[in-house]
């Protein structure tokens, strides 16, 4: 099923770690987001960047570990 609602906070939060981790790997990153697509990803990504959410929450990310990252993609992701 496809999600068309609001973006949470926690799902801001995933996008830009996992963002920062694997760069622009949209549809990695949204198999992480359930419901969302890669496009939805991309688009919402961009619409955070305008708002400068990635430098505010980048001290958030350095103290707190996100739960939800499958640590198998992450594996593959980086290795790739």
Do not use: F
Request: aromatic share 6%.
């Amino acid at each position: 099923t496809i999600r068309k609602g609001d973006w949470t906070e926690e799902e801001d939060m995933l996008i830009v770690s996992l963002q920062r981790q694997w760069g622009n790997r949209w549809s990695s990153i949204a198999e992480n987001l359930p419901g969302r697509s890669e496009n939805a990803v991309k688009i919402h990504w961009k619409t955070l960047c305008r708002r400068g959410v990635p430098e505010a929450y980048a001290k958030k990310l350095e103290s707190a570990a996100l739960p939800g990252v499958k640590s198998e993609q992450a594996a593959q992701v980086t290795q790739a």
